[in-house]
């Protein structure tokens, strides 16, 4: 089992942030945290890197029932969803949570795992 999902999508860089965000939204997430790794290697290091940012995407009643069964789960969430542009496509790429969960070693999460992953699958999935 991999740890993410991922697609090539046949679109724009910007496209492809604004379709991402859009499925994650049909699927009850928010974004609540983006990361630009472009900007910060180019402000932080001095390097030119292809563009690619991270999403952090949060569905707030799975994040809620998940804390209260596992109160440290924090460190592991928001689920992120990556898209870079290697120039002749962009890729989209979603954690998969069932992966992540195993570590935890809580059967209480697999209900929680089992479902955001089935809804981050159909997020990547429903992209052009």
Do not use: H
Request: glycine share 6%.
């Amino acid at each position: 089992m991999s740890y993410c999902f991922s697609r090539k999508v046949e679109m724009s860089w910007d496209d492809a942030i604004a379709a991402v965000t859009e499925a994650l939204a049909k699927e009850g997430f928010g974004i609540v945290s983006e990361i630009n790794v472009t900007d910060t290697l180019r402000k932080k290091l001095g390097v030119e890197f292809r563009p690619y940012k991270i999403l952090g995407a949060c569905n707030p009643q799975f994040a809620q029932r998940a804390i209260e069964a596992e109160a440290n789960i924090g460190v592991m969430m928001p689920c992120n969803v990556v898209v870079q542009d290697f120039g002749s496509y962009v890729q989209v790429a979603a954690i998969n949570p069932m992966v992540a969960m195993q570590s935890v070693g809580n059967a209480d999460l697999e209900e929680f795992a089992s479902a955001i992953t089935a809804r981050l699958q159909r997020v990547v999935e429903s992209l052009p």
